[in-house]
C-alpha cells in the first residue's frame, strides 16, 4: 500500500524536471557479476569486511567523507551527482550495500569506543534474510511539492515490475545555483524475487502531472 503527505500542495504540479538519483551503488568498470539475492555466512562476513577495512584506516574527518564518497560511487548507477546533482542515477541498497554498512558502523564504533565492536548476529542474518531491494530516488522539480504521488517500475525484457511498496515523497527542499529549484526524494522497495538480477534494466519514474523520466541500469554490474 501507497500512503501519501496530506498538504495544501497535494496537487500542485511540476515543471521543468530534469533529472533524478535514486539513492544506490554503482561499479563503473572491472568485471562484472549481479546483485546477490542469497548470501552465505562467508560472504556475509566478507562483506562486513570489505566495509570496516576502509573505515578502519580513515584517521580524520575528510578521510572519513572520501570513505563514505567512494561507496557510494562505486556502487552508483548513471549520473555522477557530483557533476550532475539532476543527472539520471540510482542507488540500490543490496544486502551486500547493507553489510558493508554495517562494517563501516562497526570500525567507527569500535575507534569510538576504543576496542572491537561487531555487529550482532542476528542483525546481520536479518539482512542476509530480506526480501525485498531498497530504491531511494531523488528527483528535482520547479515545485516543492512536485514528487508527491511519484511512481516507480523496473523494466526488464518489455515488461513492467512494480515495487513491494513506496513511501511518501519528502518535501522539496531549495537547491543551489543553477537548474530546478527543488529537490526530493522517495524510498521504494522492489522483492527480490519480482526482478531478473543479471538483466539490463529501465527504470522509469512517472509524476503525478504525467511527466516521466527513464535511464538504465545495468543490474548485473550491482552487487
Not at 24 to 46: C, H, R, T
Not at 67 to 79: E, F, P
Not at 210 to 222: E, H, L
Request: aromatic share 6%.
Amino acid at each position: 500500500m501507497r500512503t501519501h503527505h496530506g498538504s495544501a500542495g497535494r496537487h500542485r504540479r511540476s515543471h521543468g524536471v530534469i533529472g533524478l538519483v535514486v539513492g544506490a551503488m554503482v561499479v563503473v568498470g572491472g568485471p562484472a557479476w549481479a546483485i546477490d539475492i542469497k548470501l552465505s555466512p562467508e560472504e556475509a562476513k566478507k562483506a562486513l569486511e570489505a566495509g570496516r577495512a576502509p573505515m578502519e584506516k580513515a584517521n580524520s574527518p575528510e578521510d572519513v567523507k572520501k570513505v563514505l564518497q567512494q561507496a557510494s560511487m562505486v556502487t552508483r548507477v548513471g549520473a555522477d551527482p557530483e557533476k550532475d546533482q539532476c543527472g539520471a542515477s540510482a542507488i540500490l541498497r543490496t544486502k551486500r550495500y547493507r553489510l558493508e554498512a554495517f562494517g563501516r558502523q562497526e570500525a567507527a564504533e569500535s575507534k569510538k569506543q576504543k576496542k572491537d565492536v561487531r555487529m550482532p548476529e542476528e542483525f546481520i542474518q536479518k539482512v542476509v534474510d530480506m526480501p525485498n531491494m531498497e530504491v531511494e530516488v531523488q528527483l528535482c522539480g520547479d515545485d516543492e511539492y512536485f514528487a508527491e504521488k511519484a511512481d516507480i517500475v523496473f523494466q526488464q525484457k518489455g515488461k513492467n515490475i512494480r515495487p513491494v511498496d513506496i513511501s511518501p515523497a519528502d518535501r522539496g527542499r531549495k537547491n543551489e545555483g543553477a537548474g530546478p529549484a527543488y529537490r526530493s526524494r522517495f524510498t521504494a522497495r522492489f522483492g527480490y524475487e519480482s526482478f531478473d538480477p543479471n538483466a539490463k534494466t529501465t527504470v522509469i519514474v512517472t509524476l503525478q502531472d504525467g511527466q516521466t523520466m527513464q535511464f538504465d541500469a545495468d543490474f548485473a554490474k550491482v552487487k
